[in-house]
């Protein structure tokens, strides 16, 4: 089992930044691939970003190529997604999401557990 709190979010100004964290619980955070997935008002929760393991290979959806990057520190049970250049198109709600298995795995459904969300609002 693992829990998942994520923090960070808040409303800026488009072009600014933010920074996501994630903090898991249990043990076992380092056997878990991570990923990070936003639903917008109205739309279906979808894929943002993933690093495996142990953090050496990591993939984007199109849309935040280039302005988003994501990270974990094993030794804090915590993945990061720092958020660059944001639109107002990335409003959303944050969730992270651990899973198990290792591949390019986008869908919802690859995922185990999930946090709660945070919500992150771009103001144009």
């Known amino acids: 089992q693992v829990q998942l709190v994520e923090s960070g979010g808040g409303l800026v100004q488009a072009g600014g930044s933010l920074r996501l964290s994630c903090a898991a619980s249990?043990?076992?955070?380092?056997?878990?691939?991570m990923g990070w997935f936003r639903q917008a008002p109205g739309k279906e929760r979808a894929f943002v970003a993933r690093?495996?393991?142990?953090?050496?290979?990591?993939l984007y959806a199109d849309s935040v190529k280039g302005r988003f990057t994501i990270s974990r520190d094993n030794t804090k049970n915590t993945v990061f997604l720092q958020m660059a250049s944001l639109k107002p198109e990335d409003t959303a709600v944050y969730y992270c999401?651990?899973?198990?298995?290792?591949?390019?795995?986008?869908?919802?459904?690859?995922?185990?557990?999930w946090g709660q969300g945070t919500q992150v609002t771009v103001s144009s």
């Open positions: 249990g043990r076992t955070f380092s056997s878990y691939a």
């Open positions: 690093i495996s393991r142990a953090g050496s290979s990591t």
């Open positions: 999401a651990a899973d198990n298995a290792v591949g390019a795995r986008t869908r919802v459904r690859d995922y185990d557990y």
